[in-house]
């Protein structure tokens, strides 16, 4: 394959990146970040509040959903990395995904991830303490969050999150993220079937009645 001359964008192994593994380049940090961000978040929640809940489940159902769910995601990690570091499929991009035009649809969907980031941050932002990672029981103060893209769709981040990996997998070109990007919506899905009966448990009509106002992923066109 040859490479504009004066491309080189970074180093990895003995490996040059240039301007054709930027799209790669984007979605390796944007999905770091992400997940970094979600531990961090775990982590803090658990201190502030001194509850296991925060990170782990109490029902041996969602410890078994999120268990699945953690091994997805450590391969979301490392699939677009070993994608970087192969040029071929299985593993790597096919080489037509080098080329225009769909180079141009690789550096679109890394652009997606990137903006799923930022939009996912501003979700959190309106979570504020109510946010947790695991489907836990929720304290009596705990509140119904139902503003900003709340208002539209009863799980956004879950939306964004199904997006971001769809996109992942569009930037990397291979197989296996493909498989992965799978799996991991559909548990997406069982996750927040899982959720909401935790939800109507705790906010009972209320919570109901906020499901006749909203999809579940994307917005209810009919009500």
Known sequence: MIYPVGSTLALIGDKTLTWVDGPLIVVVGSVWLYWISVVTLSFYKRYKTGTRGAIRPRQRAD????????????????????????????????????????????WGSAGIVFGCLLVTCYCWYLMGRNWSVAIVKEDEDQQLV??????????????????????????????????????????????????????????????????????????????
Not at 67 to 83: D, E, T
Not at 200 to 208: K, M, S
């Open 63 to 106: 410890r078994w959903l999120m268990r699945g769910w953690a091994i997805v995601i450590i391969l979301w990690n490392a699939l677009p990395v070993v994608a970087l570091r192969k040029d071929e499929p299985p593993w790597g991009p096919f080489a037509e995904s080098f080329e225009m035009p769909l180079l141009a649809v690789r």
């Open 146 to 223: 139902t503003n900003g893209l709340f208002g539209v769709a009863r799980h956004p981040i879950y939306a964004l999150s199904a997006l971001m990996i769809a996109a992942t997998a569009v930037t990397c070109a291979s197989y296996p993220m493909a498989i992965i990007a799978v799996i991991h919506i559909v548990l997406l899905r069982m996750k927040a079937k899982r959720e909401e009966q935790a939800l109507i448990a705790v906010f009972g009509d209320q919570y109901r009645d906020y499901m006749k106002q909203t999809g579940c992923f994307v917005p209810k066109l009919f009500h």
